[in-house]
């Protein structure tokens, strides 16, 4: 995948800025898809060049005029070519998991430390995932909102960052015990 096909996807229910676009990468797409601002900005340059994403100028009294951008049809049909053709596996790159490789002849208490704070950056990523499947499902039930609601891919693509996360925290606390307990 290239980060045009996330930034696509990100522009694809409604029309948004380059900052309001980083925002989006920050609160929900960064599960699966990181770029700093910067990069995307030069996405959106080269999108737009291309002819995949529209964008129109925005006045605006009191502060700097906005471009908001919105996907064309040919970039809708990227995305289907995208969407059609088979997803490479994914693959775990995590300097943590190279530390704990090592557990056996390293001080496990900075293990334990890493693998602490790691607990903390997990939790935090599932409570605001929880609160942004809350928001899009507002006070519909899950189940329902899943046969039904709208917008599904970001809300399914939210689950599956929940649930990572959680595997995160769960795996840490585990190895944490573990590592405590053959001391």
Known sequence: MALRHAVLAALLDEERSGYQLAKAFDLGVANFWYAKPQQLYAE???LE?????????????GRPNKRLFTVTGAGLAELEAFTAAAAKPSVLRDDLMVKVQAADRVETDH???????RIG???????????LLHTMRSDRDEEDFLLHGR????????LRGLAFERGNRDWCERAITVLRARR
């Open 44 to 46: 959106l340059a080269r």
């Open 49 to 61: 060049q291309g002819g995949l994403i529209a964008g129109r100028e925005v006045v605006q009294e």
């Open 111 to 117: 293990l334990i430390a890493r693998l602490t704070e």
């Open 121 to 131: 950056f997990a939790q935090d990523k599932v409570d605001l995932f929880e609160r």
């Open 151 to 158: 917008p599904i891919g970001p809300y399914l693509t939210c």
